[in-house]
């Protein structure tokens, strides 16, 4: 959860996830989450050593798409994944948006030429 | 390439003698070799990454597919077993020690200029298991033989032979008892009997996290790929 200290790994790595139907797991009193608690939820994910792969549902990445296309690094990977109402979309992904990118980019230049 | 472009501009001349220009129509062909293989290198990268956009693709339906299928055995067996027998309220919340553990190397250790990190998972703590298995003294040679009726003149060469297959198989088969026992320890928590639901759910989800790790180590892939493309 956010706001936790490191867990002791013992060179092992762990894997966050942020999912929405956090309610129904936990019960019905837990307020609904805002995206600033997202926001932080993220930022905090992913300063984190001791997390290797954030899973995220690609609902929630959604709110928050422009901290997850703004995220380039190699470790802690940004995974975005399906939730039971929402299927995966591969026109919101963050790394099949870099893939359009870098196409649009190499065919513009191709153009120039 | 470039000392091999140097050692043929090198002995042309002895073949042509002086002959003016010969030079430089070599070192020009040199120069559209190197061209040439570094164009190849770059339809290399470009073929790798596609590759690596298609693995993607492909690891992302597989894994939408073991997660409906999850959540779909999950529901059945909660209808089955009743809501209060399948519940989160059921979990420990407690810190404690994880059977399935992730690791991560990052080659960028090794060398600065290349971050590709690589993704593995241990599940049901096999390789702690293998690793102990490992440390035990008993050696091919050593293990007992099993005795075969027939001709007493059986040949060396071929007792080891089955006693490497029989031992494999047996390994095998305590692999999969380790890992049978490790996954109705983890269903443990929702009482002794649990709807067949539940196991197949645990196997999807299982399969998930198998796909989510192949996951990761494309998008590196993919990453590392990309930023050559860019240089």
Wanted: contains cysteine; hydrophobic residues 35%.
């Amino acid at each position: 959860m956010a706001g936790r200290a490191n867990i002791p790994t013992n060179s092992s790595a762990l894997i966050a996830i942020i999912a929405d139907e956090v309610a129904d797991c936990y019960g019905s009193n837990v307020d609904e989450t805002t995206v600033k608690q997202i926001e932080d939820a993220f930022k905090e994910f992913t300063s984190r050593e001791d997390i290797a792969i954030v899973l995220i549902s690609q609902y929630v990445a959604n709110m928050i798409r422009f901290l997850v296309d703004g995220y380039n690094k190699p470790v802690p990977a940004i995974l975005e994944i399906p939730s039971k109402d929402h299927p995966y979309d591969p026109a919101h992904d963050s790394v099949l948006s870099r893939v359009k990118y870098l196409f649009s980019s190499e065919s513009v230049a191709t153009d120039r030429r | 390439m470039a000392a091999v472009a140097a050692s043929a501009a090198a002995e042309e001349p002895r073949l042509l003698g002086s002959v003016p220009g010969a030079e430089d129509a070599v070192e020009s062909d040199g120069a559209v070799g190197e061209e040439g293989r570094a164009r190849g290198d770059d339809d290399e990268e470009i073929l790798r990454f596609m590759d690596s956009v298609d693995g993607y693709l492909v690891l992302m339906d597989s894994l939408s597919s073991a997660l409906r299928q999850g959540w779909l055995d999950l529901a059945s067996a909660r209808h089955s077993m009743g809501p209060s027998r399948v519940s989160s309220t059921l979990f420990n919340h407690k810190e404690q020690t994880a059977s399935t553990k992730l690791q991560v190397v990052d080659h960028a250790e090794v060398e600065p200029s290349e971050s590709k990190p690589l993704f593995t998972l241990s599940k049901w703590r096999l390789q702690e298991e293998s690793a102990s298995n490992n440390d035990d003294p008993v050696q091919t040679g050593n293990k007992p033989k099993l005795r075969h009726r027939g001709s007493a003149t059986n040949p060396e060469d071929g007792n080891l032979a089955r006693d490497s297959i029989t031992a494999e198989s047996l390994t095998c088969a305590d692999t999969s008892n380790h890992v049978q026992r490790a996954r109705s320890k983890a269903l443990s928590v929702f009482g002794g009997l649990v709807s067949p639901k539940l196991r197949t759910a645990q196997i999807s989800f299982e399969t998930a996290l198998e796909l989510i790790v192949g996951l990761a180590n494309s998008r590196s892939n993919i990453l590392a790929s990309s930023s050559q493309i860019k240089q």
